[in-house]
């Protein structure tokens, strides 16, 4: 999809998923303080301070790289002390804390300007055959083609007024996150769309095909790409119960901590198309909430599970 500019200017390029495959390359650099380390570039966003899945998956995909025996990541713990600046590099630090038989456990730190911005504990399985079960999904859910795209929904939108919404934000909204993104009942952009129930769904899919990136296998860069998009939009149904658009003068979100767990490996070229994300409210209080979510492929099969706390400040009146 493309959009008109001002006259005589070039058209706005059709949105794509480079901003995704950009954030996963990392360069080995010198070890200051674990085993082995890496160095990434936070990707840009029209906020003040860098988009948090930018860290999950470059983390993501430091550990991966310094596991090289075939065990697969299950799942990755994380916690977020400072904000990161945009477009800046990031140092990920990786101890190898042990390479088991089965099992095979990786820290990881973040550091960046001297000072330590994000960690996380991160879990590498062999595999082995044993039971299965599965969440399946609502029944129900509209299929994404019969949903707006965020572009479509924001096109006759104006920025200012009563929202704190920019040209900027729209575009990276509309286009920005290398994610195609469907909401059902509907977006949480300017106001509350869909009414506050502590449920919603979204259906995402990168804007094309998800580029290769060297050193990763595709198998593995699409694990660092749930964790990247599962971030934009974990805290929206906690928004959502509680009233709060994205754009609402004096609102402030940040990420505090982050868990997730991967069930089920992708099929190759899964992550190329359509996902179901269902999310739900799980609690809110004292400036905090916490949302879930599930990802499953349109045949609905469960692939992994995200449950995040995040800071949500409201400020009456925004100021």
């Not at 059902?184 to 509350?192: A, C, F, I």
């Not at 660092?224 to 971030?231: E, G, K, M, Q």
């Not at 003068?249 to 982050?258: R, W």
């Amino acid at each position: 999809m493309t959009t008109a500019g001002p006259v005589g200017s070039e058209p706005d390029p059709a949105p794509t998923s480079e901003i995704l495959t950009r954030a996963l390359e990392l360069v080995p650099v010198a070890a200051q303080h674990f085993d082995v380390a890496f160095a990434a570039t936070t990707q840009p966003c029209p906020w003040p301070k860098a988009y948090g899945g930018d860290m999950v998956a470059q983390a993501a995909a430091a550990a991966m790289l310094t596991v090289t025996d075939g065990k697969t990541m299950h799942s990755m713990h994380s916690y977020f002390m400072r904000p990161v600046d945009i477009g800046a590099p990031v140092t990920y630090e990786v101890e190898v804390l042990r390479d088991g038989r089965g099992y095979a456990t990786r820290q990881v730190r973040a550091f960046q300007n001297g000072k330590a911005a994000y960690t996380c504990l991160a879990s590498f399985a062999a595999g082995e055959p044993g039971g299965s079960y599965a969440a399946q999904p609502a029944p129900g859910v509209p299929a994404p083609d019969t949903l707006p795209s965020t572009a479509a929904y924001l096109a006759d939108r104006a920025p200012g007024g009563d929202s704190t919404m920019t040209e900027e934000a729209r575009a990276y909204w509309s286009g920005g996150r290398s994610f195609d993104m469907r909401h059902v009942p509907g977006p949480v952009y300017l106001e509350v769309d869909g009414g506050s129930t502590p449920h919603q769904a979204l259906w995402v899919k990168p804007f094309d095909a998800l580029r290769p990136v060297e050193g990763l296998t595709d198998a593995q860069r699409d694990l660092a790409a749930l964790a990247y998009v599962c971030d934009y939009t974990i805290l929206e149904p906690v928004l959502r119960v509680l009233g709060l658009p994205w754009a609402q003068p004096g609102l402030v979100t940040a990420s505090l901590d982050h868990a997730m767990w991967f069930h089920r490996a992708p099929e190759p070229g899964v992550l190329d198309g359509w996902l179901l994300y269902a999310q739900e409210a799980v609690a809110a209080d004292s400036g905090r909430g916490v949302g879930l979510g599930r990802f499953f492929t349109p045949d609905g099969e469960h692939l992994a599970t995200v449950v995040q706390e995040g800071m949500i400040r409201a400020t009456p009146g925004g100021h």
